[in-house]
T-cell receptor, first 117, second 113 residues
Framework: DVKVTQSSRYLVKRTGEKVFLECVQDMDHENMFWYRQDPGLGLRLIYFSYDVKMKEKGDIPEGYSVSREKKERFSLILESASTNQTSMYLCASSTPGDRWASGNTIYFGEGSWLTVV | DAKTTQPPSMDCAEGRAANLPCNHSTISGNEYVYWYRQIHSQGPQYIIH???NNETNEMASLIITEDRKSSTLILPHATLRDTAVYYCIVRVHGSSNTGKLIFGQGTTLQVKP
C-alpha cells in the first residue's frame, strides 16, 4: 500500500518560532510536494522536489523553505512562524510524469494541522 | 488544466450505488480525469483515474463518455465511511505541471443509514 507519513498531526507554535514539518514516503517516488489547504482557497503548492537536494518554488513559497537530503524524506521549514501560516499542511509524492505510462498520480499524507499563536 | 463542474452535494442510501457526475467539456486530448476524496480533517485520498476507457479498481469505477466531456464516479455499495467531499480533476501528465493539482469545490457525498 502507498504510504506518505507526516510526523505530526497537530501542532501549536508561538509566533517567531522555527517550525519543522517532516514527511516520509515509502514508495521510492522521485517527486515530493508540500501544500497548504485553507477554506475557500483550496490546495496551494508551496514547494516541490523532483530529486534529492533539488527543490523548486511552488505558488506560495514566501516564509517557507524545504530540505530533501534523502529520497524518502522531505521537510518543510517555517523559519519564523506567523499567525497567517496557521493552516493544514499536506505532504504528497508521485513518480515523474514521463516515467510511467499510467501517469504520475499524486498521493497525500494525512495532513498536519498547524496553529500559530 | 481544464475546468470541472460538479454538483455541490448529493445523498446516497447506505448499501446503494453512489453515482457522482463531473462535467469537463473543455478537456483536451492529453488530459486525464482523476478522482480524489477528502474525509473531514484528513488528506485527499486518490481513488481512480482514466483517459478514455472506463476504469475499475477495488474502490470504484470510472465511466468516461465517448466524447470525454463528462464522467461518472461509481461507488458500487456506499458505506457510511464513504461520506466525504469528492473532487474531479483533469490534468496533463508530465513535468510541466508537476504538483499542480487544482481542487474545485467538489461534491459533498452524504451516505445515510
Amino acid at each position: 500500500d502507498v504510504k506518505v507519513t507526516q510526523s505530526s498531526r497537530y501542532l501549536v507554535k508561538r509566533t517567531g518560532e522555527k517550525v519543522f514539518l517532516e514527511c516520509v514516503q515509502d514508495m521510492d517516488h522521485e517527486n515530493m510536494f508540500w501544500y497548504r489547504q485553507d477554506p475557500g482557497l483550496g490546495l496551494r503548492l508551496i514547494y516541490f522536489s523532483y530529486d534529492v537536494k533539488m527543490k523548486e518554488k511552488g505558488d506560495i513559497p514566501e516564509g517557507y523553505s524545504v530540505s530533501r537530503e534523502k529520497k524518502e524524506r522531505f521537510s518543510l521549514i517555517l523559519e519564523s512562524a506567523s499567525t497567517n501560516q496557521t493552516s493544514m499542511y499536506l505532504c504528497a509524492s508521485s513518480t515523474p510524469g514521463d516515467r510511467w505510462a499510467s501517469g504520475n498520480t499524486i498521493y497525500f499524507g494525512e495532513g498536519s494541522w498547524l496553529t500559530v499563536v | 488544466d481544464a475546468k470541472t463542474t460538479q454538483p455541490p452535494s448529493m445523498d446516497c442510501a447506505e448499501g446503494r450505488a453512489a453515482n457522482l457526475p463531473c462535467n469537463h467539456s473543455t478537456i483536451s486530448g492529453n488530459e486525464y480525469v482523476y478522482w480524489y476524496r477528502q474525509i473531514h480533517s484528513q488528506g485527499p485520498q486518490y481513488i481512480i483515474h482514466g483517459l478514455k476507457n472506463n476504469e475499475t479498481n477495488e474502490m470504484a469505477s470510472l465511466i468516461i463518455t465517448e466524447d470525454r466531456k463528462s464522467s461518472t464516479l461509481i461507488l458500487p455499495h456506499a458505506t457510511l465511511r464513504d461520506t466525504a467531499v469528492y473532487y474531479c480533476i483533469v490534468r496533463v501528465h508530465g513535468s510541466s505541471n508537476t504538483g499542480k493539482l487544482i481542487f474545485g469545490q467538489g461534491t459533498t457525498l452524504q451516505v445515510k443509514p
